[in-house]
């Protein structure tokens, strides 16, 4: 018993060294960058992302081509919120000795970069993702494939040892426990591997922590072994999209993701070698941790229309300075998508430094049809590209619908397969947009939809069917009144209530251009003094419901050339 507490106290010794001294309960938190530019574009953002949730652990991929400079600003800061910062390389042909030269030119830039660098830019450690699975060898010749691996961890682990006081780690598959070592029947090669590092991270891509399928059930031999050997493990989640819900947090989410992995110490504490968790990787994290920011914390939203799409060109200084001097924090813009990606970064950019979210939008009557969801997919694909290639500053943070087919003769001749069609549309348009979480997607409604049953199933008016699908509705509430029959609040009344009851969002639009269909629809003849009364006196009627998140202006330029 003596020479077993012993054990202990040396195996708890040994990885407090190696991932830094911390109570008892402190883990290290760790997380991937793979895109190396992004510490340049959104440093503040990602260094404010790991204070957040208590990463203490990154690692960064280099890109050898970027000067020594790139790196040095950002590991001091990162080293000044107590974040070490570990260069990860890899590619499933790292395991083939053809490509030994690969890993070894990482550990020569790394020991190279650090000879140049103080003490607080100093790259901590290397780290490998080498996944030799993935070849077409691993089929037809995994023998030899393993044994050249072996031969590639080996030199590349003895070359990063005369490089300085770097830790050496690599990810595995939670699965490789079941695979023997070449030479070593004996021995699974998931300990021969956890035997070469000083840290493992295991794989252990699952979204569920019990079960026979869970994440304890399935990295209990690794856990045996690494207590064995002394050495220290990280599980390893994913919450990128992989095609198989099982394997990663995307459809939980981040929250639930979080919620597991704080329970991992009362499964998993009872192993010395248990000495954290890390998340794969950071910018998908950061995506599904995006919560939804309108409104604003603390304030109501004020939205408006931009539907010139030339203006955001044009007099983008002008839509910015009329935005702040009307309070609006919300843009939903029309785009010209023949127009290259940087014509809007500027304005997008200056907009977010503002405090004013921008929103994509697009519509026409014809977009509810089937034979037009192409149309849909095209702003949704050319949003999800576009904020893909700038920076995070510079991103759209939703894209807004406006679909008015009733305005269509086919309306009046087949309304219900007009909402068939648009529903399928609109499904589609929710699907595809969440390919990138931190999209919000929105819609306008008319108010008075609700009169109008959802296909297939009667009971449901479509207004609430369609307000279920989206992130928020934009009800278009046009009305110069809040109080009264007819006003703003008793159009939206219904609609209100049923969001509220779901956790969905509103916003309410009201109109400024003039209008032929009645006196009461425009603040066109009232005003904006008179529209800024009737929307705080809307305000005051409707934020008693969770559901209500502000009010929007139609549009700019009726805004801009209204009468006081």
């Not at 202990?8 to 960058?33: E, H, N, R």
């Not at 603390?298 to 309070?327: C, S, T």
């Not at 699907?431 to 199933?457: F, I, M, R, Y």
């Amino acid at each position: 018993m003596k020479a077993t507490r012993i054990y202990v106290c040396l195996l708890c010794l040994t990885i407090s060294f190696l991932f830094g001294f911390s109570p008892a309960d402190k883990k290290t938190k760790a997380t991937w960058i793979w895109q190396a530019e992004l510490i340049a574009s959104e440093k503040q953002e990602i260094l404010a992302f790991c204070r957040q949730n208590e990463v203490t652990l990154i690692y960064l991929r280099i890109d050898m081509e970027q000067p020594y400079e790139h790196y040095r600003q950002f590991i001091r800061d990162a080293a000044a919120d107590g974040i070490e910062v570990h260069a990860v390389g890899g590619h499933p042909a790292w395991a083939l000795q053809s490509y030994q030269g690969n890993m070894l030119k990482l550990v020569k830039w790394v020991k190279a970069y650090n000879d140049s660098a103080g003490q607080a830019e100093q790259i901590k450690g290397i780290h490998l993702d080498v996944e030799p699975y993935l070849l077409p060898q691993w089929e037809s010749d995994q023998t030899r494939v393993l044994r050249e691996w072996q031969k590639n961890v080996r030199t590349f682990v003895a070359e990063a040892k005369q490089a300085g006081d770097l830790q050496v780690s690599a990810a595995i598959a939670f699965w490789l426990d079941s695979i023997p070592t070449p030479d070593q029947p004996d021995v699974p090669l998931s300990k021969w591997l956890i035997e070469q590092f000083d840290a493992i991270c295991i794989m252990a891509y699952r979204d569920t922590l019990e079960g026979s399928n869970g994440i304890v059930a399935l990295v209990e031999k690794e856990m045996n072994q690494a207590d064995e050997l002394g050495k220290p493990v990280l599980i390893t989640v994913n919450i990128k999209r992989t095609g198989l819900d099982l394997e990663s947090y995307a459809e939980e989410g981040a929250a639930e993701m979080d919620r597991q992995l704080k329970l991992l110490p009362s499964y998993l504490g009872n192993h010395p070698s248990y000495a954290g968790t890390a998340v794969h990787d950071y910018r998908n994290w950061r995506m599904m941790s995006a919560t939804p920011t309108v409104p604003p914390a603390g304030e109501h939203v004020r939205g408006m229309y931009v539907w010139q799409a030339e203006q955001l060109v044009a007099e983008p200084d002008e839509i910015l300075a009329f935005a702040k001097q009307n309070g609006v924090n919300l843009l939903y813009t029309r785009l010209d998508l023949d127009q290259p990606f940087a014509v809007y970064k500027d304005f997008v950019r200056q907009a977010h430094a503002a405090g004013i979210e921008v929103h994509a939008m697009g519509g026409h009557p014809i977009w509810a049809l089937s034979e037009n969801r192409g149309r849909i997919m095209r702003l949704v694909k050319w949003v999800q590209q576009y904020n893909e290639s700038v920076s995070a500053d510079e991103r759209f943070r939703g894209i807004h619908l406006d679909i008015e087919p009733y305005v269509m003769p086919i309306w009046q001749k087949n309304k219900d397969e007009v909402l068939r069609q648009w529903m399928g549309n609109i499904e589609a348009f929710v699907t595809e947009t969440k390919k990138d979480p931190s999209l919000e997607t929105s819609v306008d409604l008319a108010v008075w939809l609700d009169n109008s049953p959802t296909p297939g199933d009667a009971a449901t008016p479509f207004s609430h069917w369609m307000i279920s699908q989206l992130d928020h509705t934009t009800l278009m509430a046009f009305r110069n009144h809040a109080e009264g029959a007819g006003g703003i609040v008793a159009v939206v009344k219904n609609k209100i209530e049923y969001a509220s009851e779901i956790d969905k969002k509103l916003i309410v639009a009201v109109e400024m251009k003039e209008s032929h269909e009645g006196h009461y629809v425009s603040f066109y003849e009232k005003g904006r003094g008179e529209m800024n009364r009737q929307l705080e006196l809307a305000e005051q009627l409707l934020e008693k419901y969770p559901a209500y998140q502000g009010n929007a202006v139609h549009a700019y330029d009726y805004w801009k050339a209204s009468r006081e």
